[in-house]
């Protein structure tokens, strides 16, 4: 993931563990933190500078999936499309 800040050169924030969907970038006041949907269907949350995991998905016919997912810093949810059983929608992840 690359970063450019206003009136700098392009580096890098940082690399994933895994290949992305999709992502979304959050900074908790201390750390770099990115959220994403990885190809394998799964959401994981690395935390720049500290390490990677993947969030615990209960449900193993459903995946995230698309090129969607969204951060609330203020309820503390990411909410993405996601596919299981061949019908798609919309969830919520309370707390990642």
């Known amino acids: 993931i690359r970063t450019l800040p206003p009136g700098g050169s392009i580096g890098t924030l940082t690399t994933l563990s895994n290949d992305a969907q999709s992502f979304t970038h959050y900074f908790n006041g201390v750390n770099d933190i990115i959220f994403y949907c990885g190809v394998d269907g799964r959401l994981y949350k690395h ?10 998905w ?11 997912l969204i951060y609330d810093s203020g309820s503390d949810k990411l909410t993405f499309p996601y596919i299981q059983n061949n019908l ?7 707390s990642p």
Not at 47 to 56: D, F, I, W
Not at 88 to 94: C, D, H, K, S
């Open 47 to 56: 935390t720049v500078g500290v390490g990677e995991s993947a969030l615990s």
């Open 58 to 68: 209960p449900i193993s016919s459903m995946s995230c999936t698309g090129r969607s």
């Open 88 to 94: 798609v929608g919309i969830a919520e992840y309370l």
